[in-house]
């Protein structure tokens, strides 16, 4: 059975701070890996995508990268912003086409 | 239209009853997904069309749930005999076509609360 695990559940940082977020998953076997950000009661946006032949993707202040040996992607916010707080979901498609996600990442950025 | 719509946007309902949630998904897109999602977790797989067919439904927690895609483009997902452990938000998403490098664009959601 696929899974996802990120660490950590829950974070707090200052404005201005540079950041990781971490994800693990368990089937080598993967596809894409697909990070997304969710707005309290709102659906999920689409932030990167890392097919499984490419090592990183980056989209303005965020870096996405994808380690395939050892099971694990990363998420870099960097100079992190208000706007920047969210939850935060990792995901992996499989050989199914379906994607298994981890449980999250709440993040809030403060003044 | 632009992206993924859901109809309703919220839906409550008593126990027992019947509901639908409708799925627009991106005009093109030939892949359709329902996720399920619950409180504080990440959204769980139920059932994958391609066209007009399901291709995969082994999300689904038992036959009180069911969805069709008739014409290949608008999916909705038929509950029936609600219970209360059935409410969550119920997440739609589209892709391009087949295969697993397509990424998936997700609707608002239609929170479905049951009591």
């Known amino acids: 059975k696929q899974e996802v695990t990120q660490i950590p559940a829950a974070l707090s940082v200052p404005e201005g701070e540079n950041l990781v977020l971490n994800c693990s998953f368990t089937?080598?076997?993967?596809?894409?890996l697909q990070w997304f950000r969710q707005d309290p009661g709102k659906g999920l946006t689409s932030l990167l995508l890392i097919q499984s032949s490419q090592r990183e993707q980056t989209s303005g202040r965020l870096n996405a990268s994808l380690d395939k040996s050892s099971g694990r992607s990363t998420l870099y916010i960097a100079a992190s912003q208000p706007g920047d707080s969210a939850t935060y979901l990792c995901s992996q498609t499989g050989t199914a086409s379906k994607l298994t996600f981890g449980t999250g990442t709440r993040l809030q950025v403060t003044l | 239209g632009a992206g993924v719509s859901q109809t309703p946007s919220n839906k409550v309902t008593e126990k027992g009853k019947y509901v639908e949630l409708r799925c627009d998904p991106i005009s093109g897109h030939t892949a359709l997904y329902w996720y399920r999602q619950s409180l504080g977790q990440g959204p769980e797989f139920l059932i994958y069309f391609q066209g007009t067919g399901a291709a995969d439904d082994s999300g689904l927690p038992n036959d009180r749930f069911f969805a069709v895609r008739p014409e290949g483009s608008v999916s909705t997902l038929k509950i029936q005999r609600t219970e209360r452990g059935d409410s969550a938000v119920y997440l739609c998403?589209?892709?391009?076509?087949?295969?697993?490098?397509?990424?998936?664009?997700f609707g608002p959601g239609t929170r479905l609360t049951v009591l």
């Open positions: 089937d080598s076997a993967i596809y894409n």
């Open positions: 998403a589209s892709s391009l076509g087949q295969g697993t490098y397509n990424e998936q664009f």
